[in-house]
């Protein structure tokens, strides 16, 4: 079972040193806005689910995250007043819940909505149950994400996103062909291509990893 989602935010927040300077919410206090977000979202019957550096977590180790980043209508938010917006563009909204960071999906972005309605189910946090990207989502908003963020020049964040799909891929069986026939709807020809090469070299990286794997078993 995964730890629940305060506690995952608070050593997000512990852990990164830039925030030793500063005074952090309790554990109390964390855990206490995360269930205040996730009781609003369930009382108000809001449709959502929950991705990014939590959700991973549900599925693989050794990922830090401050934030919680969550797929929903426009309209949705709006039965939301208690999110306080900071930050808005056509397809993502950074906001506030009390002292939560909450960072926005929205399902305008027809893939977003598609992994909404098609690659979510329910995942235990301690001792919540929240709607939460699957594998294949998860694997989805890396993948079209990844373009944008070398574009940007991001280069840190895209570096973490690649190794998010490498622990995916490590540890599940994903029908890789499947996924990029989906995003080939969604990306630019060349944003679609220049992924293909990053997963090619992903790919490589396991096999070599594999690899090693069976010289070590063929040594002991």
Known sequence: ???????????????????????MPTADEFFQAVDALFNTLSEREIDYVLVGGIALLSYVEGRNTQ???????????????EITVRDENKNFIRGAFERLQVDILLTQNDLFRLVLEQFSTERQFG???ICCATV????????YALPSLYRQGDFGR???YENDLLLLLLKYSIDIDNLFAILSKHLLAT???????IMGE?????????????????DS
């Open 1 to 23: 079972m995964t730890a629940a989602i305060g506690e995952i935010i608070r050593n997000g927040n512990v852990f990164d040193v830039k925030n030793w300077s500063m005074t």
């Open 136 to 143: 294949e989502g998860l694997f989805l908003l890396k993948c």
């Open 202 to 218: 992903i790919q490589g990286r396991i096999r070599r990893f594999k690899l090693q794997q069976q010289n070590l078993e063929k």
């Open 191 to 197: 944003d679609l291509a220049e992924v293909e090469t």
């Open 127 to 129: 001792e919540r149950t």
């Open 158 to 160: 895209a570096s973490i």
């Open 67 to 81: 934030d919680i980043d969550l797929i929903l209508g426009r309209t949705a938010l709006d039965a939301l007043p």
